[in-house]
């Protein structure tokens, strides 16, 4: 198969989408060393400071001047540290991850094994790696939209992503979308010795439902809603104003109002009752 070409999208089995383990993976052990070394120069100034306000005399000179408000710093010094850590990391890998792309800008199509851009997804894979898990593991909701956005991905305004997981690369999510609990949205797909990658395209007002599998090449329309426990199928378009379910994706149900379910539920529970009636 030539390199970067197009999909086929009648591809008979939907692989598991992942990287394999490569050598890179050692970008982890630079991003620890990189947050390691913030944070320790960060934090000798601080007790420096300290061992100022107490003893007057210093390690090492200082400017300006501890005042004695640096006290009221020490019950957050720890939170602290565990923001800084986690800010540095993730700045530090999407500069490298910038740097990836530039030495081999990203492609869609179908990719051999040996192939540089195999080799440069995966590594750009695993930078992102560890800062997103970051970004997750910090109990600040706006965190990962922050952190994909730094890695190039478009996330519109009003964004919902909870614990979902996200390609860092060739994905594009509309104002107002929300993604539930366990949901991935993969741009990318291994298949044997090929990788696919295919960009992914989610409108605004969308919804994610939980338990789902958006697969490379999937668009959904303006306010298209993919329902619970649901998967597409590769280059798959899911239509907008419908609820789409099936695994893969093959019916689709029109979205209710809440007149409308209302009456649903009054016409259901009166047959409940009719047939009650007749049993009596």
């Not at 104003?241 to 529970?269: C, F, M, W, Y």
């Amino acid at each position: 198969m030539e390199e970067g070409s197009e999909t086929n999208t009648e591809i008979e089995f939907l692989s598991s989408s992942g990287v394999y383990k490569t050598p890179f993976t050692l970008i982890i052990i630079l991003q620890l060393f990189i947050g390691g070394i913030v944070l320790i120069l960060v934090n000798l100034w601080f007790l420096n400071s300290l061992y100022y306000l107490l003893t007057g005399s210093e390690f090492y000179s200082l400017e300006p001047t501890p005042a004695w408000y640096y006290w009221l710093l020490v019950p957050l010094n720890i939170y602290g540290n565990i923001f800084l850590f986690t800010f540095t990391v993730i700045v530090f890998s999407a500069v490298i991850f910038k740097i990836l792309n530039k030495l081999s800008p990203p492609q869609e199509g179908v990719f051999e094994r040996r192939s540089k851009q195999w080799k440069y997804t995966h590594r750009k894979f695993w930078t992102a790696y560890f800062p997103l898990w970051l970004a997750r593991a910090l109990p600040l909701p706006w965190m990962d939209i922050i952190f994909y956005r730094l890695f190039g991905i478009k996330v519109g305004k009003n964004v919902v992503l909870y614990e979902g997981y996200v390609d860092p690369l060739f994905v594009e999510i509309g104002n107002f979308t929300m993604t539930s609990l366990n949901i991935c949205i993969f741009s990318h797909l291994i298949y044997h010795d090929k990788i696919l990658i295919k960009r992914v395209k989610i409108g605004e007002a969308c919804v994610v439902g939980p338990h789902t599998i958006v697969a490379p090449g999937t668009i959904m329309q303006d306010r298209a809603i993919l329902g619970v426990n649901s998967y597409t199928w590769i280059g798959q378009e899911l239509e907008s104003d419908l609820i789409h379910v099936g695994t893969p994706v093959s019916i689709n149900l029109p979205i209710q109002s809440l007149e409308e379910s209302r009456e649903k539920a009054e016409k259901i529970k009166e047959k409940i009752n009719n047939s009650n009636k007749e049993e009596d």
